[in-house]
């Protein structure tokens, strides 16, 4: 499909990220409050493997301007749930190179 002249292409979320970035806090939270003492625990209670959990909660240290890039769907299509998955940088102007940002 060709845009016309001037056009900009929406952008669209991805709802696997979106979901597995509410899900990393949401489950941060969870653990910073107590209610679940060990990241084992918690996996246990949502039926899913510590190691991916851990994955998942990985996510909260991504910097502010790429969660909000993931919120806005304006990520780019290279940066997937499986890539962010994988380890990344923990600075974040590294990061912003790593997901070409």
């Known amino acids: 499909m060709q845009l016309p002249e001037g056009a900009t292409q929406s952008q669209r979320t991805d709802s ?6 509410a899900r990393a ?5 969870m653990l910073e409050s107590g209610e679940y003492a060990t990241i084992a625990e918690l996996a246990e209670r949502e039926g899913i493997a510590p190691s991916y959990m851990t994955r998942v909660l990985r996510l909260t ?10 919120l806005d769907g304006k990520q780019g299509p290279e940066v997937t749930l499986a890539q962010v998955l994988e380890p990344f940088p923990l600075t974040w102007q590294h990061q912003a190179l790593h997901f070409s940002l």
């Open 61 to 70: 240290l991504l910097a502010p301007d790429i969660i909000d890039a993931i």
């Open 16 to 21: 696997t990220l979106v979901k597995a970035l």
């Open 25 to 29: 806090f949401r489950w941060k939270r």
